[in-house]
């Protein structure tokens, strides 16, 4: 509208210039563009029809299926944004990936392939699980991974390290800033 009210004054050309605006953005956003769903609008029914004969069909084939069966021509992506647009049964076919060899084993080897687990005897300190959460900070721009120290037995929280990168240092950090905390005789690593 400022534009527009500047451009009758002081021609278009001044007007952009002094508002920072270029040439071709200001054309490109006088560009109405008809919505897809009044575009197509005719594709509706039968889209609908597609869906109900043929509930699993995805994106894809659905735009074959417009092609092949009622003679109208159109990209798949609109197909789908259509279909997305007009609220139509989509369902996904998800199927799970197959196990890789490592996972397979461990699948066949069951309750027994973790020991810890399944043992009463733990005593407090014995087994420790760590665990790297990734935190964000300065508005998502960085980040830093904490490493906590967790006993199996008690599920205390013995130790902690933070740092800007996961490696090794990180993961002994907590533990060796625990072990020193600790005296010689609590401690279950005495020699």
Known sequence: ML??????????????ATLGLSKDSWHYRQCKRTPLTVKYAALRQPLLDIARAHPFYGYRKVARELRETYKQT?????????????????IRAVHPPKPIAIRRVIQQIGDRANRVATREDIRPLHVLYTDFTELHFDRQRQKAHLMPL???????????????VKNTALALGGLVARAATWNSSTSPWRP
Not at 74 to 90: G, H, I, M, S, Y
Not at 150 to 164: I, P, T
Request: net charge positive.
């Open 3 to 16: 534009v527009e009210q500047g451009a009758t004054a002081y021609g278009l050309d001044r007007t952009l």
């Open 74 to 90: 159109v990209n798949a992506k609109v197909v789908r944004k259509l279909q997305k647009a007009w609220e139509l049964p989509l």
């Open 150 to 164: 967790v006993d199996h037995a008690s599920k205390y929280g013995v130790g902690w390290s933070v740092a800007r």
